[in-house]
């Protein structure tokens, strides 16, 4: 295996871990940025407040996406394998 192909397995790994990261991380900032303004505008500065909202938002998205993300992985998994069957 050459130095490219390790780099292009290195590339495929971020851009998969991007693809799977990014929808949850985007949903909870911009829920974090909505809460934040709401406790800014009512002085009610809960910790429960922010955290219950991130954490429900995150769990239906996960329940919504989580067969596209292990779709993703099990693509990615079988492209290592086959990289490592051609060896």
């Given at each position: 295996?050459?130095?490219?192909?390790?780099?292009?397995?290195?590339?495929?790994?971020?851009?998969?871990?991007?693809k799977?990261?990014?929808?949850?991380l985007v949903v909870?900032?911009?829920?974090?940025?909505i809460v934040?303004?709401?406790?800014?505008?009512?002085q009610?500065?809960e910790?429960?407040?922010?955290?219950?909202?991130?954490?429900?938002?995150?769990?239906?998205?996960?329940l919504?996406?989580?067969?596209?993300?292990?779709?993703?992985?099990?693509?990615?998994?079988?492209?290592?394998?086959?990289?490592?069957?051609?060896?």
């Amino acid at each position: 295996m050459s130095q490219g192909d390790v780099l292009s397995i290195l590339r495929e790994f971020f851009f998969v871990a991007l693809k799977i990261a990014g929808p949850l991380l985007v949903v909870s900032m911009v829920l974090g940025i909505i809460v934040a303004i709401f406790q800014a505008a009512t002085q009610i500065h809960e910790q429960t407040l922010t955290f219950v909202p991130k954490l429900l938002a995150v769990a239906l998205l996960l329940l919504l996406l989580g067969s596209w993300m292990m779709t993703l992985m099990d693509d990615f998994f079988n492209m290592i394998f086959d990289k490592i069957k051609m060896l």
